[in-house]
């Protein structure tokens, strides 16, 4: 990939009115130089995930754009959904792809929080590489007590003054931005309604309680289904195969098993091949053995005359 | 995939002497146009793979070129190995890539056919989408009897009379010419040394005993170690992530396990893109979701300036 470009992906709280969601992604798509990959919503999570790339400029337009839409189309104090949120525009991260370093996302998610909380009124925390402060790099920390928690709160209590912005949450309520490498959101649903299995599924896999680093898992119940809600923030370290093998063994101990899951936004590949060659227990396999790979390759060193 | 290229994939049996196989990617490697793209040998088997790209003259002109060095270098008098063999240079598919159609490597495999029975006085069968005779669509019912039961009979029955070159074996042997989809070549071993485990996994799993349509299947001895050897001619019609459990369920119920799997050249992304998605059990899964696919996409659509 010669192109120097950021992925945003961020996440509005608005999942079931797809007039709004249009608008949101509408927005994005008025800024110059951004290309929408992906986007998808979630009628129980009430939110909506889109993916999007650009270069540096053209992304943070386009995710400022974006924020200042939903600020205008979606009021927190009606929001309810099964997924934590702090606001409208609840989570923006900037991806590094390419050439990009993650200083430049880290300093994009500086400018674009300033201007934020300036222009627009709205508390804004920096999370993950692009935290100011050692507590805010897990963002399930910054989106504790989620919107009415910190409505109640941010006006008095110093520990939760934003990194930008007033100290005062409106009707959008807070906006959490930063820059991280490539995340995998996967969701594996079971063959039971009972959503106590998913959390004890989701302790025995998660980080937070001892399971594997960089996995982050909610057990929740989506659709009259239990659900095992994950986020994979480094899959080098902690790659789908042995969660998905934890997974099972755990829910066919507690008598139920996987019934189904699913992928939020993108995926990168190579995480994917990962899968395989784990499931196969491929030996000394390697991208090299990919056909497309090795055409694109040749294709890139002008080895074949284009027709 | 704009350019319109033919991959070609023949197999030699010579997987022992490095010299030889390096003369013989090198033969290919002298037309110009085309891409060495992997090639690999195996030392029970004695035989290499070897797989290239190009368009269609180029393809077919290193192909030839190919036949010619190892018809050399490879006495098939003084060749032993564990895989079915009938020449020197034993197979030359030719799959279409790309904008190439199957009818346009029907033709190159007839047109190399003709010219190495011709100028190399090798005699050539043609098989799969390329045969002549519906008998000789199997490769492995062209290959019955190997090279010493062809030398046998090929001057005296009629029926082994091949489609191109003399009725005549010499130490070169014969070889074996067609056009065919992409295949995907995979070996799964045993914690076993007990051949004849694997050969019931091999009658278990193979279209020609009941088992999935479009796979092929051998139970080996590869290094001392119980091996299933297989080839997958339609991964529409039979993926890897149903065999691969059938195998694992007669390994255990012959009480023994698998140890590990390995590719033979190279393998579709989406063939293992689908082994990934099987195991996940993931619903609703579209390439769309993989992010280099989109933006790939992007990029072709020079939604993105380059730098």
């Known amino acids: 990939m010669k192109q120097k470009l950021v992925e945003c992906v961020p996440n509005f709280s608005e999942g079931r009115r797809p007039e709004v969601i249009e608008a949101i992604v509408g927005a994005i798509q008025s800024a110059s130089g951004v290309v929408v990959l992906n986007y998808s919503s979630d009628v129980d999570h009430n939110r909506s995930v889109v ?7 053209a992304v943070g337009e386009a995710a400022y754009r974006a924020i200042q839409a939903a600020s205008n189309l979606i009021n927190m104090e009606q929001h309810q959904g099964t997924h934590p949120r702090l606001g409208a525009t609840d989570v923006v991260p900037f991806v ?8 430049e ?14 222009e627009l009124g709205i508390p804004v925390y ?3 590489e692009a935290a100011k402060r050692p507590d805010r790099k897990l963002l399930e920390q910054v989106r504790r007590g989620q919107y009415e928690g910190l409505k109640a709160t941010i006006e008095n209590d110093p520990e939760r003054a934003p990194d930008y912005g007033p100290a005062k949450v409106g009707i959008a309520g807070a906006t959490i931005i930063g820059a991280r490498n490539l995340l995998v959101a996967f969701n594996v649903y079971l063959t039971s309604d009972d959503v106590k299995i998913a959390q004890q599924i989701a302790r025995v896999i998660r980080a937070s309680s001892g399971g594997f680093p960089h996995v982050k898992a909610l057990g929740m119940l989506v659709n009259g289904q239990a659900q095992v809600s994950m ?5 080098t370290v902690s790659p789908l195969f042995p969660v998905m ?3 099972r063994r755990e829910a066919e101990r507690l008598g139920t098993a996987i ?3 699913e992928l939020i936004g993108l995926i990168s590949n190579p995480v994917l091949m990962d899968v395989a060659a784990s499931y196969l227990q491929l030996e000394g396999f390697d991208k090299a053995q990919i056909l497309e790979y ?12 284009l027709e």
């Not at 590094?96 to 200083?103: D, Q, R, V």
């Not at 986020?231 to 899959?235: E, I, L, M, Q, S």
């Open 126 to 128: 920096l999370y993950e």
């Open 259 to 261: 019934h189904h899951s």
């Open 294 to 305: 090795k055409l694109s390759q040749a294709i890139d060193q002008n080895k074949f005359i």
């Open 51 to 57: 993916t999007f790339v650009g270069a540096l400029d």
């Open 96 to 103: 590094p792809l390419g050439g990009t370093t993650m200083e």
């Open 245 to 247: 093998e934890a997974i």
């Open 105 to 118: 996302c880290i300093k994009l998610a500086h400018d674009i929080g300033k201007r934020v909380g300036k």
């Open 231 to 235: 986020n994979f923030t480094n899959t």
